[in-house]
């Protein structure tokens, strides 16, 4: 029998997979004599985008209750150790290349394997701090977190970023591929976010039964609607109006070229666009906006709540995601949003989020609509999407769900 997702289709991980979210009542009680402390494992932590909030608000809300130390690579000489919020320490160990870029396939072998023997090596040298090793990623997060987890500790594993881009295709791709596997294989759970990602993982041969999926969850205290009074225009709607791109700069992934493409013919009257992050791509970025009007490009933005704050609608072109958290922080704001109609977003089917195919054409007709709507209309929409998002992606059951796992 399969299972039925969130949109209503129907999926083909069957049983024993185990889905927690909203829909069930997933407050899990963490006793404060549980002070066994959790090693997170992350590859991108170092540079700016979605891991790395993933990461930190993660880590900040288990240090509440017990050690938390995150391990990952930084393309420097010499390891480094840092106490960040909530006592969080940080331990950046020496890796040949740099995580947030792509090389060549040699390259990028040589690579791994260092990283792998410097990240055990220092995951054994912290072994007084944890008892659960995280593998925040497959490979090699998770081929880390296996090792030096051999013997008396445990390892859970998570993944979220789906299809040719994400960390199951590049397992696939991997010349270490089956060793990796059979380490994985060893994993306590194995938590991917979504349905889609968790039928990527079974297709790739790891076992249903040590799989269960935890949802990804948003801050809704962080993230929230602005007050009415604090509207940047008047309430007819007749003041300038903000569009709001927040995330990587990586054109691999990200259509930012789309959507300057599509906003330039979308031609809307009283908009501005804003695109705000950081990535490999930000020289192209920063020359595609150039010959554009009321189209400024920001750096990474440490606070989006407040961007996301003064703005009318957020956009998120794309052409793969798990569950991508631009898109829950727009929506947690209370706002419309504008997203490529991805497989994976058009089966869980967000409200007050139009998708649209990855054309201009199709990304004119959601932006004038948006605009069509009015100021009441898209504050509707925008509270749709923030109810949504309280339903389905509060980070206060993911983070509960998260403390069990690793328990």
Not at 166 to 179: E, I, K, Y
Request: one cysteine or more.
């Amino acid at each position: 029998m399969g299972r039925r997702g969130r949109g209503g289709a129907v999926s083909s991980v069957s049983d024993p997979v185990h889905t927690v979210g909203p829909g069930r009542d997933s407050a899990l009680r963490v006793t404060a004599s549980d002070e066994s402390g959790v090693l997170l494992v992350v590859g991108r932590f170092a540079s700016h985008g979605g891991v790395q909030n993933r990461v930190s608000d993660l880590a900040g809300s288990l240090a509440r209750r017990r050690p938390v130390t995150i391990l990952t690579w930084v393309q420097r000489s010499r390891p480094r150790s840092e106490i960040r919020p909530h006592g969080v320490r940080v331990v950046s160990v020496p890796s040949l290349l740099a995580w947030d870029r792509d090389h060549h396939s040699v390259a990028a072998a040589i690579n791994t394997a260092v990283s792998v023997l410097t990240g055990v090596a220092a995951a054994v040298l912290l072994r007084g701090r944890w008892s659960v090793a995280f593998g925040m990623g497959l490979h090699p997060e998770g081929t880390v977190a296996a090792l030096a987890a051999r013997g008396q500790r445990r390892f859970v594993v998570t993944t979220w970023l789906v299809g040719p881009l994400g960390n199951t295709a590049r397992l696939h791709r991997s010349v270490s591929r089956r060793v990796v596997l059979s380490l994985l294989k060893g994993a306590h759970w194995i938590a991917p976010e979504t349905l889609d990602a968790a039928q990527e993982l079974i297709d790739l041969g790891l076992s249903r039964e040590r799989l269960t999926i935890v949802d990804a969850g948003i801050d809704l205290s962080r993230f929230r609607p602005r007050r009415q009074a604090d509207h940047r225009g008047d309430p007819d709607g007749h003041g300038r109006k903000l569009a709001v791109y927040a995330g990587r700069f990586d054109l691999r992934q990200k259509r930012l070229d789309l959507l300057l493409d599509a906003w330039q013919a979308a031609a809307l009257v009283g908009w501005e666009l804003v695109l705000a992050g950081a990535g490999e791509d930000e020289i192209v970025v920063h020359r595609k906006t150039q010959p554009l009007d009321g189209v400024p490009v920001l750096g990474w933005q440490a606070d989006v709540a407040s961007l996301l704050a003064s703005a009318d609608l957020f956009v998120l072109p794309t052409v793969t995601e798990g569950s991508p958290l631009a898109l829950l922080e727009g929506m947690a704001c209370g706002l419309p949003g504008v997203a490529s109609a991805i497989p994976g977003l058009a089966a869980r089917r967000p409200a007050g989020v139009l998708l649209a195919e990855n054309n201009v054409g199709a990304w004119v007709n959601a932006l004038r609509k948006i605009d069509a709507l009015g100021p009441v209309g898209r504050r509707a929409a925008g509270d749709r999407a923030r109810a949504w998002v309280a339903g389905n992606a509060d980070a206060t059951r993911s983070y509960a769900r998260w403390a069990e796992l690793l328990s």
